[in-house]
């Protein structure tokens, strides 16, 4: 049978995205950050804000993401993501703006101007992948790795007395007046995939609509940075990463 009697219009059941273009990804086979660009692309397609979608990448693996998805994008330092964000979208209100931040561009370097654009109520989207590592850089601890976890810089696991605890920002963040919608998703399976695609929509919505700051974590894998198959870092994430990072909003303003 001819490739063209089989892909038909109304054979087709699933199809890449339009706004991912052809660039092969540099992520890691097993890393969520492909599968939230896809949910991205998807969301961006679906609100019909393909023109009208400015989105910052960070400092960290998804330093690239501009190469990826065929929308506007601007390159922040690290963890300057949220304040560019900010002016870029009292600038142009009428754009959808949206940061894309790894946990040690969000909740280390970058804390300041997360917590500050989230408690300014800026109409924008911060997407929050968070893996509990530094993934670009080799694998070190960062401020969401968990109690005993092993890192490049805490090989023994991380100690709380020495480290610190792991922080929960997108709690601290729900804390605040200015954010609208904070919400913690992950993309392991299918059906995770879809419940994350209809917070990542109410997201982008509520950004167009002007009701504040809406923050969407992705509990992600790093497989390299953690060292495991792709698939025992999902089995190894919904074990160990869910209990203290537990899916679900946090807050969710109507
Ligand atoms: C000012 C500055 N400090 C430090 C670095 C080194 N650096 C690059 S990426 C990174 C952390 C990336 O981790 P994360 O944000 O969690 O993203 P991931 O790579 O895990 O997706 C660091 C510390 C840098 N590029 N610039
Ligand atoms: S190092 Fe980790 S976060 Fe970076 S691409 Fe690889 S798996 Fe993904």
Known sequence: ?????????????YEKPKLMNDNPMH????????VIHKLIAEVIADLGLEEKTIGISPVGCAVFAYNYLDIDWVEAA?????????AIK?????????????DGDLAAIGTAET??????????????VNNAIYG?????????TLEGMPTATCPYGRNAALNGYPLKISDLLAQLEGTCLVTRQSVQTPAAVRKAKRMLMKAFQNAMAGKGTSIVEFV?????GWKMSPEKANKWMEENMFPFYPLGDLKNKE
């Open 1 to 13: 049978m001819e490739l063209d009697e089989i892909i038909k219009p109304e054979n087709l059941v």
């Open 27 to 34: 992520y890691c086979p097993g890393c969520s950050h492909g």
């Open 78 to 86: 690290h963890g300057r993501a949220p304040a560019i964000a900010s």
């Open 90 to 102: 009292r600038l142009n209100p009428d754009k959808m703006v949206f940061t894309y931040q790894g």
């Open 115 to 128: 917590i500050h654009a989230a408690n300014r109520g800026e109409n924008i989207v911060i997407i929050f």
């Open 136 to 144: 670009m850089t080799g694998g070190q601890m960062a401020p969401t």
């Open 220 to 224: 992600s894998t790093c497989s390299s």
